[in-house]
């Protein structure tokens, strides 16, 4: 959308755009190319494009932005762009998208707000997009006329005071509606309910990522039920391999099925994780991850766990999480090598970086909890076994060493995650003010 936003922009302007989504020649050759970026882990083709376009076109200005060079300015630097754009363009933000470079795209897609009331600490859009910006903005100028779906990618809509202002828009266009981001449940009454069933919403998106907010859900989906809205069609993104554990994860899933909709299991991924499916969270192992990948294969429809009764018996039978999440062994399983216990991985050399690779090294956000003794690369103090420190990674993904919680640089945010999800304080020189639960280890690589 980003870069669609940008053509609307030069258009408007006066200025020729080429729009590619493969590495191409371009028709004429570029005065000023734009590269977007999606999830850090997705970093590799954004320094591939930069080589590509460089060699071809030395003269033209390259600009790096998107969600990747927003959350690691540094590590996005490496590729050979002239500049990194961190956060928001607000020069293109209220332009329409360019459709004619996409010409099957049927849904708009746009903000009426940005920015979230929440400071969840799993969560990128506080870097990304800042804290909430209300009141809403008119969305009307930019649904394309013949578009008959929109969908929303606001993070909190319900969290700014005229959001209903948002609905009345998008009843009057009579429009299907996705809000893509999801609904926050804890902002969902009667009254707020009947409010949005005056909108074709397919489907309703909620969240319940920690136990807290389950209080919130046995409120929201009874009213969203009352207002007219199917149960079935109601899916709650399920986040897992954060702060949880499996047991966590699995009392979540089976309210949910118990609840009659449909659970939407999201993994966890560190904001500055360079590698896919690597990082493993203090309370979960390699194999327990997997069996969740499987079970959503297997037992799910479309990677979801829709509320079947065989699968609801299923899981609150089980007397464990393994037993949940069990499947019949298949004879290709026994020739499939068991997931490797690792954060990272060496990768291979990508093209494109104009810095010496070796020089970098990012600091991960996400704490681990230690499976042997380390000694802190900034300060050089010891951590013992159980204690908690943070991983680097290398350009590659690859974690490359630690440094103890007093050594992070924003030792008063991380302080705060910690307190507010684990319910753990930290003294000035790291240690915990309380004891660490029994077995928990990280299982990250070290």
């Given at each position: ?140 100028d930019l649904v ?33 509606v996705d809000f ?148 019949r062994s298949h ?116």
């Amino acid at each position: 959308m980003g870069l669609l936003k940008i053509s609307s922009f030069h258009k408007h302007r006066g200025d020729d755009v080429e729009f590619h989504d493969t590495l191409r020649e371009a028709e004429h050759a570029p005065a000023k190319i734009y590269i977007t970026s999606l999830f850090t882990y997705s970093w590799k083709p954004v320094h591939e494009a930069a080589a590509f376009y460089r060699t071809l076109y030395p003269d033209a200005e390259i600009a790096l932005g998107g969600i990747y060079a927003t959350l690691m300015p540094e590590h996005a630097g490496l590729a050979d762009v002239d500049n990194v754009h961190v956060g928001l363009l607000q020069s293109v933000e209220r332009f329409m998208p360019d459709y004619s470079l996409v010409p099957d795209w049927e849904s708009s897609i746009m903000f009426g707000t940005r920015g979230c009331i929440r400071k969840c600490a799993f969560c990128a859009v506080p870097k990304l997009e800042g804290k909430v910006w209300g009141p809403a903005q008119s969305i009307t100028d930019l649904v394309k006329p013949g578009h008959r779906e929109v969908t929303l990618w606001d993070n909190n809509v319900l969290g700014v005071p005229n959001w209903r202002d948002i609905v009345d828009e998008l009843r009057e266009l009579n429009v299907k509606v996705d809000f893509n981001q999801g609904l926050d449940a804890r902002l969902i009454d009667q009254g707020v309910a009947e409010k949005l069933r005056q909108l074709r919403i397919e489907p309703v998106r909620m969240a319940y990522d920690i136990p807290s907010e389950r209080n919130a859900l046995m409120r929201a989906i009874p009213a969203l039920e009352t207002a007219g809205f199917n149960r079935r069609r109601m899916h709650v993104y399920t986040l897992y391999n954060f702060m949880d554990s499996p047991d966590d994860f699995l009392s979540r899933v089976i309210d949910l099925l118990d609840w009659g909709v449909v659970s939407y299991p999201m993994r966890y991924e560190p904001l500055n994780s360079l590698v896919k499916n690597k990082y493993i969270s203090p309370h979960w192992t390699p194999q327990r991850l997997e069996m969740v990948a499987k079970a959503r294969r297997v037992l799910g429809f479309g990677g979801a766990f829709p509320p079947y009764e065989g699968l609801i018996k299923k899981l609150k039978a089980a007397r464990s999480f393994e037993e949940a999440f069990s499947l019949r062994s298949h004879p290709s399983d026994k020739r499939r090598r068991a997931p490797r216990n690792v954060a990272g991985t060496i990768e291979s050399l990508t093209t494109g970086l104009t810095r010496d690779r070796a020089a970098f090294r990012e600091l991960l956000n996400d704490p681990a909890t230690l499976a042997y003794s380390i000694t802190c690369e900034s300060c050089g103090a010891e951590r013992e076994p159980g204690e908690r420190a943070f991983a680097l990674q290398d350009y590659a993904g690859q974690y490359v060493g630690f440094v103890c919680p007093n050594c992070h640089p924003n030792r008063k945010w991380i302080n705060g995650l910690w307190r507010s999800v684990l319910g753990e304080s930290f003294s000035r020189n790291g240690q915990s003010t309380r004891s660490l639960p029994v077995g928990v280890l990280s299982r990250t690589v070290h």
